[in-house]
């Protein structure tokens, strides 16, 4: 997308949510952890409903679903294979006798294993040559939101053109789909793997996701066109958030998102999607107002764009880094300097790949233009 035709709250809004996943998932602090889960616990559903956001009816459902293929899974299993051998050889170091077949095995088993919910377990613990607290393991984390996304879009693919046509549909078909997530919860003994088990919930925001690009909600709040009735909606719309967030135990539904039920029960479900809904909007609202801070919507913006490369790999170099840093001063355990290194590195290394693969690209279609 050219810049001039990008919004410029969404870029930022995906800037801000991918460096509190990096700070969430890097920072050994339970303070930071609790306050992050309670008010910002709602990120990834931010991702799935930007996913969606930029969805244009009426290209079919196997031409959106090879278009994704390629945007999800390539990178998702290019990304396992570049990690499992750096993991390999970084652990080979320690344990020469784990060959590279059976860890790759055994990775790829973690993977699926480690999304498991209840009864699909690893038989006789971890498998050989993964060890929990790994390099591998937590290089793992990354996966789990790029399987999820994918299959989710299988079946928003699915509904999405019938659904787009009429407000009503739309509500219609959130409403079932959370319900068969409800359904699956209560009646299904044993969840998926790959911990897909609330893929129908996903589908149902990005559902949302798509319906709010057809009222271009985020052009309407970046161009600030208030009357009294949009004012009003912000208000409560930030009312709700911050009750949420102080009152309500399940806001974001981090129980839902690791496939559990809230303390509401089946209602945890809806409740779930209502605070989505609401962190989303809210979201969008405050990238906007950081619009107007040039020192810190420029970096978020560029932070934004390229969220993929980010979410791929921060893990494993933030992991690296903590781990060589700890080695390197003595640390038996990463103190809070040497999370924050993590972060800041991690994301820099990350950012740089991602611009190595966007020149990449463009050499190589300049070269096949020329020819």
């Known amino acids: 997308m050219a810049e001039k035709q990008r919004i410029q709250c969404v870029d930022i809004v995906k800037g801000l949510a991918i460096l509190v996943v990096v700070v969430t998932h890097l920072v050994s602090s339970q303070a930071a952890s609790d306050f992050i889960t309670r008010f910002f616990g709602g990120l990834m559903g931010v991702f799935f409903m930007l996913s969606s956001y930029f969805y244009k009816p009426g290209k079919g459902y196997l031409n959106n679903v090879r278009k994704r293929f390629f945007q999800i899974i390539i990178p998702f299993l290019v990304y396992n294979l570049v990690v499992v051998v750096l ?54 984390v990354p996966s789990w939101f790029l399987n999820r996304m994918f299959f989710s879009e299988l079946i928003f693919f699915a509904v999405a053109d019938w659904a787009l046509k009429d407000v009503r549909r739309i509500a219609a078909s959130i409403f079932a789909l959370l319900t068969v997530t409800v359904l699956y919860y209560q009646f299904v003994p044993v969840h998926a793997p790959l911990m897909l088990d609330n893929c129908f919930a996903i589908a149902a925001i990005m559902l949302f996701g798509a319906y709010m690009r057809q009222i271009d909600l985020a052009t309407f709040i970046e161009q600030r066109k208030w009357d009294r009735k949009k004012i009003i909606v912000t208000a409560v719309f930030a009312a709700l958030y911050i009750a949420a967030g102080f009152f309500l135990t399940d806001f974001f539904g981090k129980g839902l998102i690791m496939g559990q039920f809230g303390t509401a029960g089946s209602l945890s479900v809806y409740i779930w999607f209502l605070c989505q809904v609401i962190f989303f909007y809210t979201m969008l609202f405050l990238g906007t107002l950081i619009a107007h801070v040039p020192f810190l919507s420029a970096p978020l913006k560029l932070i934004g764009r390229h969220t993929l490369m980010i979410l791929l790999f921060h893990m494993f170099f933030g992991s690296v880094v903590k781990t060589v840093l700890a080695f390197a001063f003595g640390y038996e355990s990463a103190p809070v300097w040497v999370s924050i290194a993590g972060v800041v590195l991690s994301v820099l290394f990350s950012l740089c790949l991602s611009l190595l693969r966007d020149r990449a690209k463009t050499c190589l279609a300049a070269r096949k233009e020329a020819k």
């Open 87 to 140: 993991c390999w050889i970084y652990e080979s170091i320690k344990c020469p006798e784990y060959g590279f077949l059976s860890y790759l095995q055994a990775y790829w088993k973690r993977i699926i294993d480690s999304g498991s919910l209840s009864v699909i377990q690893s038989a006789g613990g971890p498998p050989r040559g993964v060890r929990a607290g790994s390099i591998a393991t937590m290089a793992i």
